[in-house]
């Protein structure tokens, strides 16, 4: 069985017959190598379970749904849909949209309510392209 998992670092310094003998990089061949780097940012999927799981931790709330979302200069910001009040019949619980403020790795910097609503009751208020 043979180790597929060799860099070119290592398949340089174990097969070029000019390699430096204590394992050193061999300077002049530096050409044809990728030097680029890996993005680790996480993906805008993995952004929103994170956000709402977080979201849900901290207020004991479960989020319903996202209903804004935007990469920003410092990360990520939601605007997050919760039940905070069961009632019955179900269009009359009460809900609230939290701001939701996340770093660049997805990790929850900070969140604001900023309405409440009947579940079953128009948004006369905001207005937004509608």
Do not use: C, I
Request: glycine residues 6%; negative net charge; aromatic residues 4%.
């Amino acid at each position: 069985m043979t180790n597929t998992k060799d860099t070119k670092s290592t398949a340089r310094t174990q097969s070029s017959p000019d390699a430096p003998k204590d394992g050193a990089p061999n300077d002049d061949d530096s050409e044809g190598e990728d030097d680029t780097v890996t993005d680790d940012r996480p993906s805008p999927m993995e952004v929103l379970r994170e956000a709402r799981a977080q979201l849900a931790e901290l207020t004991g709330m479960t989020a319903e749904s996202v209903s804004s979302f935007a990469q920003t200069e410092n990360g990520w910001s939601l605007e997050v849909e919760v039940l905070e009040l069961e009632r019955v019949p179900d269009t009359m619980s009460l809900m609230a949209s939290y701001e939701v403020e996340l770093d660049p790795e997805g990790m929850l910097t900070g969140y604001r309510r900023v309405r409440r609503y009947e579940r079953g009751r128009s948004d006369a208020h905001r207005t937004g392209g509608r």
